[in-house]
T-cell receptor
Framework: SQTIHQWPATLVQPVGSPLSLECTVE??????LYWYRQAAGRGLQLLFY??????ISSEVPQNLSASRPQDRQFILSSKKLLLSDSGFYLC???????????FGQGTRLTVV | KQEVTQIPAALSVPEGENLVLNCSFT??????LQWFRQDPGKGLTSLLL?????REQTSGRLNASLDKSSGRSTLYIAASQPGDSATYLC?????????????FGKGTKLSVKP
């Protein structure tokens, strides 16, 4: 089965600083990849998804962007962080031919 | 609008009890429903996946049922243990949604007391 790696596990960044969160997948090829954000007291919200290299779809307008430079690599970025970007960011994978989603261990981002 | 609701938001039970967590969804046109477990500060662990054509799935002490026509799913946990304490999330993949996107409920926080 696939394994999803996310790093870093925790991050504290000042307002206005850049952001780069990385997600890599092992054990599958050509997966659908997703970035979710989980804010306190709220459900998981889909931010971006990708069905292939260079293909990114955004679900909500925001201060963030995503890129998929390689088949099993998904990156979440920002040029200038806002306080409202704080949250728990989760990467998810839907492997080809499977309908079961798997998640990474998440990154806790605190913008101060 | 496609939504998923989980009731109750929190549940506290003594060790050994059988318990049921509820999930409801607004549109019966689904591909599948997935139950996850989340420990504090951690990612999501997949527990059970039920396809739209299935009525239930079992794994160990866990049993999940699906009634698509009424828009409901339940997660049954038998003989609960303190190690079952976590937040349980229900997620639905609706037909017509973004490429494989899961819509999540807000979860039920379960506490099993020794």
């Amino acid at each position: 089965s696939q394994t999803i790696h996310q790093w870093p596990a925790t991050l504290v960044q000042p307002v206005g600083s850049p952001l780069s969160l990385e997600c890599t997948v092992e054990g599958t090829s050509n997966p659908n990849l997703y970035w979710y954000r989980q804010a306190a007291g709220r459900g998981l919200q889909l931010l971006f998804y990708s069905v292939g290299i260079g293909q990114i779809s955004s679900e909500v307008p925001q201060n963030l962007s995503a890129s998929r430079p390689q088949d099993r690599q998904f990156i979440l970025s920002s040029k200038k962080l806002l306080l409202s970007d704080s949250g728990f960011y989760l990467c998810a994978c839907l492997a080809g031919g499977s309908t079961e989603a798997f998640f990474g261990q998440g990154t806790r981002l605190t913008v101060v | 609008k496609q939504e998923v609701t989980q009731i109750p938001a929190a549940l506290s039970v003594p060790e050994g009890e059988n318990l049921v967590l509820n999930c409801s969804f607004t549109d019966s046109a689904i591909y599948n429903l997935q139950w996850f477990r989340q420990d504090p500060g951690k990612g999501l662990t997949s527990l059970l996946l039920i396809q739209s054509s299935q009525r239930e799935q079992t794994s160990g002490r866990l049993n999940a049922s699906l009634d698509k026509s009424s828009g409901r799913s339940t997660l049954y946990i038998a003989a609960s243990q303190p190690g079952d304490s976590a937040t349980y999330l229900c997620a639905v993949r609706f037909q017509g949604g973004s490429q494989g996107n899961l819509i999540f409920g807000k979860g039920t926080k379960l506490s099993v007391k020794p």
